[in-house]
């Protein structure tokens, strides 16, 4: 069984800040990291799947990055804007495939 | 193309009363996976059907849930009787594979409350 954990729980940042979180969880038994981001009454949006370690992926102005050996997982965002705002889930699969959830940081950008 | 798509996406309903939602996957996803969110915690695994096989149920809570997806295109979760513990926000999710790094294209979900 996997244990995720995400930090901070929550976050208010001025735009324009950048700001990065973190995911942690079992170097044991680990496949994949997916990371999320959703909005309450929306469905979550797919960012990144990433395996390796050293994995880098980015997508505009999010990026993200991954340790396997260490077991944790970084979400930077650069020059944050108030439609960032949302809640970022990190999920982890193992053998089972099914995905195991961290609780979530919910991030708030203030105009 | 669609995505995936739930109904209904709130109820309301009173202990013991029955529910069931629904969901529509991605068209041509033979991979399907309920998970719930209560009280605000973590989002969990329910169960995955493989077309209209289950292939994993290890998250379903108890017996009230029935989870089925008959000719392996929609499926639906019935909470029969409901409990106040049951509250949460239900997520359908599907993919086209299983394989390592395989994207899992989520619902809205369905906000349901048991008062």
Redesign the interface.
């Known amino acids: 069984i996997l244990n995720v954990e995400q930090s901070p729980q929550s976050l208010h940042v001025q735009e324009g800040d950048s700001t990065n979180f973190t995911c942690s969880f079992p170097s044991s038994n680990f496949y994949a990291l997916h990371w999320y981001r959703w909005e309450t009454a929306k469905s979550p949006e797919a960012l990144f799947v990433m395996t390796l370690n050293g994995d880098e992926k980015k997508k505009g102005r999010i990026s993200a990055t991954l340790n396997t050996k260490e077991g944790y997982s970084y979400l930077y965002i650069k020059g944050s804007q108030p439609e960032d705002s949302a809640t970022y889930l990190c999920a982890c699969s193992g053998s089972a495939r099914q995905l195991t959830f961290g609780s979530g940081t919910q991030l708030t950008v203030l105009p | 193309e669609a ?2 798509t739930q109904f209904p ?1 709130h109820s309301v309903i009173e202990k013991g009363q029955t529910v069931t939602l629904r969901c529509d996957p991605i068209s041509g996803h033979d991979n399907l ?1 309920w ?1 719930r969110r209560v009280m605000g ?5 329910l169960l ?1 059907f493989v077309k209209e096989s289950k292939q ?1 149920e ?2 379903m809570p108890n017996n009230r849930f029935l989870a089925e997806r008959t000719g392996g295109t929609y499926s639906t979760l019935k909470v029969q009787p409901a409990e106040l513990e049951d509250s949460g926000v239900y ?1 359908c999710a599907s993919s086209q594979g ?1 394989r ?10 369905t ?1 349901l409350s048991v008062l």
């Open positions: 995505g995936v996406s996976y998970y915690k973590e989002i969990k695994f995955h994993d290890s998250g997520f299983t390592i790094g395989e994207k899992l294209f989520f619902g809205s979900g906000q």
